[in-house]
Each structure stands twice: as C-alpha cells, then as structure tokens.
C-alpha cells in the first residue's frame, strides 16, 4: 500500500476526476451514498461496506477508531480527494481523529440531525433514534446539551439495539423490523414527540415502516411526525466544499467501485434496495 503521508501530499494538487471515498459499517451509508450521486452524478466514488466489523455500533471507540484509519489508508492509496464517513457512530468516535492525521483533506462526517429537529419541532420534544455508541458519545451529548439550552428543546435518546443488524439481512418489510420499531417508536410517541431524528444511515431504508409504525400507533386519527434525515444536507455540504476547492468533476457520468468486507452478496442486496446502479462499474471483496 502507498505511504499514507505521500497521498496526503497530493490532496493540494488532487485532480477533479479523483474519486470520492464513502465508507460505513454496512449497507447503511448507501442511504447516504444515494443522496451523493443524486446531488453530484458526475462523481466518481469509492464505497466501502465494513462488514466483517459490523455493527459498529457495539464497538469500543478505540476500535472505531483504528477501522476508520484503516479504511481511510486504503483510500488514500486509491487517490481520493475527499472522504464522507457515512456512519453516524463512526464520525462521533473517529473524524476528529482523521481530521488531525489528514489536515488536507476533505472529510465530511455524519452529524444527528438534532439542529433542524429542534427548528421544525412544534411540541419542542424531540426523539433520536440512534445506536448506543453515539448516544453515549461525546459529540453527541454535547451538542444535544447545548441546543436544548437554547431552543428550550427536550432530545428523548433511544437507543435502537438489534435493527441494524436485521437491516444488514436484507428484508426491510420482516415482522422482526415492524416490532422493534413499535419497541423504539411507540414510546417516544408516548411522550410526546413530534419530530424524529434518524440518527443512523440505515434507518432511512427504513423510514416507510417508521411511518407505517406511526400510523398504528395514533388509529383511528392520523397525525404528523417530522422525519429527518440528515443524507441531504450531507450531499450539499460535500458539493460546497468540492467547489470551493476546484475539485468538482462537471463531465460524463460517474462511476461507482464498491468493495466490502463480509459477504458479497449482502453488499449487492444492499445496492438493489433503492441506489441508482447508473454508472457502477463493479463490486468486490476486500481485506483491509
């Protein structure tokens, strides 16, 4: 593998046509990954699913951290010229870190969602779905603290132990999800809730079976729950920087080389969930 301090040195003079690096424990930061080539089609990207270390969710930080160096390395050898941590959990444990050993480069991480809950919130409670590790992070708790101060907003953590995992399977629509999401969902509600964060890049695969959770819960009556996802705002901030920098590729359709390193297949049922295929080039199976 290339020396990682010779790849930082080129990010200066990186070329447009440099690919995009994109990596999460799974299948969940193709939510996000959709978002990207939705906002930015004449990119090419690098994806990343770290299947053999999935979920990270129930991983030390130390261990995160070292992952998201790894992978990284790995990009770097492959002439990225910016990095999207699409992990919720991973930004919390390890961009600070990567941000430090890569100055240079561009690396966008995952924030909650909490800021435009605590805007679009009516009944200022607001509850988060998330993994354990990032309710228990830092990040997260900080940041939590400080907008409830001055929004005069409640954040309702829940923690949402074994959905990643029946995600990862592949049935978004299995009996398992709809009741763990009742388990998540209907307290939260219960409390008053009218905004919820998903804090996590695989719960928007399921956001469909969230609503249709809603919805059981408030029959006969019908009642509006503000959904954010925070993918988007992602997108948007990734294209900024990139044109801030000269580094916007602007011709012909992008490419997408996806790489995981757990089972092939899962990574191919997750690109058939709902990711536009146009442009993907191949997939494969990597040790990293």
């Not at 301090?5 to 999460?24: L, M, T, W």
């Not at 930015?40 to 990343?48: A, Q």
């Not at 829940?158 to 995992?165: D, E, F, P, T």
Request: with cysteine.
């Amino acid at each position: 593998m290339p020396n990682v301090v010779n790849n930082q040195a080129k990010i200066n003079h990186a070329d447009s046509n440099a690919p995009v690096g994109v990596f999460d424990s799974g299948i969940g930061g193709l939510s996000v990954l959709k978002h990207l080539r939705e906002q930015l089609p004449f990119e090419n990207f690098i994806y990343v699913a770290d299947m053999a270390y999935a979920p990270y969710g129930e991983r030390s930080n130390e261990e995160l951290i070292a992952r998201s160096i790894k992978i990284t390395d790995f990009f770097l050898s492959m002439g990225i010229k910016a990095l999207v941590i699409a992990c919720n959990t991973a930004t919390a444990a390890a961009v600070k870190v990567l941000r430090q050993r890569h100055p240079e480069l561009i690396i966008i991480g995952m924030e909650p969602g909490i800021k435009p809950a605590a805007a679009r919130s009516e009944s200022k409670i607001v509850g988060v779905l998330a993994t354990k590790s990032t309710l228990l992070s830092e990040k997260f708790n900080q940041l939590s603290q400080q907008l409830s101060q001055e929004t005069q907003t409640q954040f309702i953590p829940q923690a949402c132990i074994g959905l990643v995992n029946q995600i990862e399977l592949g049935d978004l629509h299995s009996e398992k999800i709809l009741e763990l999401l009742r388990l998540y969902v209907w307290p939260l509600l219960e409390q008053g809730v009218d905004t919820l964060v998903l804090g996590c890049t695989h719960y928007p695969f399921v956001s469909a079976q969230i609503n249709q959770v809603i919805n059981e819960y408030f029959l006969p009556e019908k009642r509006n729950i503000h959904i954010i996802d925070t993918g988007d705002a992602v997108a948007r901030r990734l294209k900024q920087l990139l044109q801030q920098e000269n580094l916007l590729r602007d011709c012909q359709q992008g490419v997408l080389v996806a790489y995981t390193t757990g089972k092939l297949e899962m990574l191919l049922r997750g690109l058939s969930f709902d990711m536009q295929n146009k442009g993907m080039l191949e997939a494969h199976q990597i040790q990293i």
